[in-house]
């Protein structure tokens, strides 16, 4: 199947800083690419949709002057958390659907963001 | 707006017991569904997809079936070992595809 990966896998900042998490498809061309966030015991949220060539679409109540998504290849995109607080901490992950065909995700093995 | 409800929330059932996991979802006009397992702080891995207009996938010991009209899918898990123990979430895409809602999780432990 298909290959998502993340970079980094676990980060450790300091409250205020600004961090970058990477989510590539390896192995194919990605339009769409879907960023989610997951709190302990919780499951996933939808954060945004990160389509390549154009801006975001963030999902209510996600702040898209915080959480700033860049798609700008077919296999990279970026998710920059600003001036992050301990509340930013959390499970970070992205998926690609993979075009060929039925709408499958592919998920990323997540970032494991720490802020402190 | 799509609701994914998984039930039981948690279960623990000793090893080698046959069982089954609950997804229920308030609209029915969905693309399609899939089961995905996730280990304790790791990503998602997927196990099984259901297109919309088919009733069941099988991979192994697992198998899953999808009624769309009712708006439900089962997953069900045969013989179960320690090493399935996770958690399991269904997630259903809708129509436009450009929308996957996941249910809050099964959290299944399985003892030696």
Not at chain 1, 11 to 25: L, Y
Not at chain 1, 36 to 42: A, I, T, W
Not at chain 1, 77 to 85: G, I, P, R
Request: charged share 15%; glycine share 8%.
């Amino acid at each position: 199947g298909a290959v998502v990966s993340q970079h980094p896998s676990r980060v450790i900042c300091k409250s205020g800083t600004s961090v970058k998490i990477e989510c590539r498809s390896l192995d194919f061309q990605a339009t769409t690419m879907f960023w989610y966030r997951q709190f302990p015991k919780q499951s996933l949220m939808l954060m945004a949709t990160s389509n390549e060539g154009s801006k975001a679409t963030y999902e209510q109540g996600v702040e898209k002057d915080k959480f700033l998504i860049n798609h700008a290849s077919l296999t990279l995109s970026t998710l920059t958390v600003t001036s992050a607080h301990p509340e930013d901490s959390s499970f970070y992950i992205c998926s690609a659907r993979d075009p060929r065909g039925g709408y499958e995700q592919y998920f990323g093995p997540g970032t494991r963001l720490t802020v402190t | 707006k799509q609701e994914v409800t998984q039930i039981p929330a948690a279960l623990s059932v000793p090893e080698g017991e046959n069982l089954v996991l609950n997804c229920s979802f308030t609209d029915s006009a969905i693309y399609n569904l899939q089961w995905f397992r996730q280990d304790p702080g790791k990503g998602l891995t997927s196990l099984l997809l259901i297109q919309s207009s088919q009733r069941e996938q099988t991979s192994g010991r697992l198998n899953a079936s999808l009624d769309k009209s009712s708006g439900r899918s089962t997953l069900y898990i045969a013989a179960s070992q320690p090493g399935d123990s996770a958690t399991y979430l269904c997630a259903v895409f809708n129509n436009a595809g450009n929308m996957l809602t996941f249910g809050g999780g099964t959290r299944l432990m399985v003892k030696p």
